[in-house]
């Protein structure tokens, strides 16, 4: 994050004498990106965050790559996909991957992890389809609910803590294996959003308050990297941190919370941009007027995006009519052949006024695999659903690129 600030206590200088009421000092950490030339924070640990007491066996943690697929437009249809998995990282099943990012759907059906979990070379944004609850981290607790993005940089230990619901909790994560950031575009020389950028930093929501865990005993920290989940143990709790400041931190940013840049006539999926990365983009599609021209089409029109592959994930919303793209659906067009509007929509959508839907858009440089967990997911009839002698739907996909 481009904005400075801290939480607990602090010692007045950097790198100096801070000590615990026992008379010990505090473990100091740099967190620090891009070989201390990017952003930083330094926390304040009751331990030492280099004691590790043990190092289990690494469990097998990647995507599979499913053989024999075709080039063509796909959809996947996850909206009547109930429980994933158990616990949060054996939910998580992986759709769609390139070396960039991973994007997966993670449904968990148990209420709080009993590990704690970090990420050790990728960012992960996790948008918050159903569920309430805390994203607890070693930096504080960030209460969260629907529509929140919820963006955790690599190497922040945390947990997730979901509120007891009869709505199955539904996440999908994005994992990027460069730092996840705002376009840059929108900030100024300091970092500042500028007042064109569709959302600022007040809509931000850092960690509220810390959590400084005490216990002692054998906790467990999973580390995921290079396709593995590597197991460290600790005898204390990795939340153990007094205080912290800098820039790099988890938080928060809900997707209501983003502004709508609308024209007279059809905007492109750039106004749309909500995170950037290495080689891949985040838009937020949410509730907005459509275009305003006397003879504009709302209806985007048939593009080759010859450098990307776009995906959109379904959010919520009036689903027009449209039989098959639902909630959870995904869509995937890649580069190499065009998409656009399906038969008779075009002209459907002209007087149209305004759209209430909601969908999250993946947009890469480098091609998509889909991965074997996504097969059973995968709508056959989705490639040939252009054709005039297709299904005849208005398809909810046909009014946002
Ligand atoms: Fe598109």
């Not at 796909?74 to 949060?88: F, I």
């Not at 607790?141 to 909790?169: A, N």
């Not at 990365?277 to 006397?294: E, K, M, Q």
Request: hydrophobic content about 30%.
């Amino acid at each position: 994050m481009a904005f400075y600030y801290k939480l607990g206590e602090i010692p007045h200088k950097r790198h100096t004498q801070f000590r615990q009421p026992d008379g010990s000092l505090y473990a100091e950490q740099l967190v620090g990106t891009l070989g201390f030339s990017g952003v930083s924070s330094l926390l304040y640990h009751i331990n030492p965050p280099t004691q590790i007491s043990r190092i289990g066996e690494a469990k097998p943690f990647a995507p599979k790559k499913a053989e024999g697929v075709k080039l063509a437009p796909q959809h996947l249809k996850t909206v009547e996909v109930n429980a994933t998995g158990s616990d949060y990282l054996n939910a998580r099943k992986t759709m769609l991957f390139n070396s960039d990012v991973a994007v997966s759907i993670c449904n968990p059906s148990e209420q709080e992890m009993d590990y704690y979990y970090k990420n050790g070379q990728a960012d992960e944004v996790v948008f918050v389809h159903d569920g309430t609850g805390d994203l607890l981290t070693q930096m504080g607790r960030i209460p969260f609910g629907p529509g929140d993005y919820l963006v955790i940089p690599r190497t922040i230990i945390h947990k997730f803590r979901f509120d007891k619901s009869e709505k199955q909790v539904r996440l999908l994560v994005i994992e990027s294996f460069s730092p996840i950031e705002t376009p840059r575009r929108y900030r100024n020389y300091f970092g500042q959003l500028l007042e064109h950028s569709p959302f600022c930093e007040r809509d931000m929501r850092p960690p509220v308050e810390l959590i400084t865990e005490t216990t002692k005993g054998e906790h467990l920290v999973q580390v995921k990297k290079e396709g593995e989940l590597h197991q460290f143990y600790y005898n204390f709790s990795p939340f153990d941190a007094v205080g912290w400041d800098g820039y790099f931190y988890p938080y928060a940013f809900n997707i209501a919370d983003f502004e709508p840049i609308t024209g007279r006539i059809h905007q492109p999926p750039p106004v749309h941009q909500t995170f950037e990365a290495h080689n891949f983009v985040i838009c937020s599609f949410v509730p907005r007027l459509f275009d305003y021209h006397p003879l504009s089409i709302p209806a985007p029109y048939n593009h080759s995006n010859v450098d990307s592959d776009e995906v959109l994930y379904y959010v919520e919303g009036n689903f027009m009519s449209r039989k098959g793209v639902e909630r959870g659906s995904f869509t995937i067009h890649p580069g190499g052949i065009p998409h656009g509007p399906h038969p008779g929509t075009v002209e459907a959508s002209i007087g149209k006024k305004e759209t209430e839907e909601y969908a999250v858009m993946v947009d890469t440089f480098k091609p998509l695999y889909l991965t074997e967990d996504a097969l059973p997911y995968l709508d056959e009839n989705y490639p040939m659903s252009w054709n005039e002698h297709g299904d005849g739907n208005v398809r909810k996909g046909d009014m946002f690129d």
